[in-house]
């Protein structure tokens, strides 16, 4: 049978590559690169990086295409679902052609691969149609880590929950009787079109790398700035990654 590994990489420093991620790269006869075009060149370099800088023995890369996906537009599901369906096309493909029986593929996932990716669900797929494949999960330090140890706060207050969502999401509102709010996945600056009232931003852009940006502060006093800077990131290096942690300030019990 063909065996996958799916590797969690961290956000952005190779030095968040765990000792178990280190050993199951290495166990990888083949590793999978996909290549998503120019504007994410920046994270095929860390990927390329991590593999010279950790791979001890002979190993072929493959460099996977990843299909365009159609404008969302009001069907947000419908268009998703059918851009998995192109990619696990893609991968069924290649891991026939690429992956002998018995041989490791790697996938390298950005951060964690159970939060926010769509590895795992498209190998769910691959294997629906009808490909035998056995598969591993290794963790990795997710952006949401990254940029709480950045700014070296807890993600909860004590005893209370975290929600982890998407700027799509967050659009609609702070989500009501929540505390602590991670928001991913924003690419509209959706942080500076909520009312601010009683919120504190945490905010971080490109964590890990040398570009990493940090502001933190009351929402009121900091969403246009944080947008600027935003806009201004974007615009120098041509692509942007950002999250931030939203709380309210009035629950200060811990
Ligand atoms: C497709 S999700 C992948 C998340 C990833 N699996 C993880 O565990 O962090 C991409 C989103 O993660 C966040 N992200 C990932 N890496 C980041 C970084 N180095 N700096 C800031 N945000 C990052 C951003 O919100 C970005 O829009």
Redesign the pocket.
């Known amino acids: 049978m063909r065996k996958l590994l799916i590797i969690?990489i961290g956000?952005?420093?190779p030095d968040q590559m765990t000792v178990q991620a280190i050993k199951a790269l290495n166990r990888a006869d083949v590793v999978f690169l996909p290549d998503k075009g120019e504007e994410k060149a920046a994270l095929r370099h860390l990927r390329e990086a991590i593999c010279a800088r950790f791979i001890e023995k002979p190993c072929r890369m493959v460099t996977v295409g990843t299909p365009e996906r159609a404008p969302a537009g009001t069907d947000y599901r419908g268009v998703v679902d059918d851009w998995h369906g192109r990619i696990a096309a893609n991968y069924d493909r290649l891991f026939r052609d690429e992956l002998a029986e018995g041989q490791y593929g790697a996938l390298l996932?950005?951060?964690?691969?159970?939060?926010?990716?769509?590895t795992l669900r498209i190998v769910e797929r691959v294997r629906a149609g009808g490909l035998a494949l056995e598969w591993e999960v290794i963790p990795?330090?997710?952006?949401?880590?990254?940029?709480a140890a950045r700014h070296r706060i807890a993600l909860n207050r004590i005893g209370e929950p975290v929600m982890i969502t998407?700027?799509r999401k967050l659009a609609a509102g702070f989500p009501a009787g929540q505390d602590s709010v991670v928001?991913?996945?924003?690419?509209e600056q959706t942080f500076a079109r909520i009312a601010p009232d009683d919120l504190d931003i945490y905010w971080?852009?490109?964590?890990?790398?040398p570009d990493?940006i940090l502001m933190a502060g009351p929402l009121a006093d900091l969403a246009g700035e944080i947008a600027a800077v935003r806009a201004e990131a974007r615009r120098k290096h041509g692509w942007?990654?950002?999250?931030?942690l939203l709380r309210r300030q009035a629950a200060r019990s811990g």
Not at 140 to 147: D, E, F, K, N, P
């Open positions: 969690g956000a952005g420093d996932v950005w951060g964690d691969p159970a939060l926010y990716d769509s990795g330090i997710s952006s949401v880590q990254a940029l998407t700027g928001v991913m996945l924003d690419g971080g852009a490109y964590l890990g790398t990493e942007i990654m950002d999250i931030y």
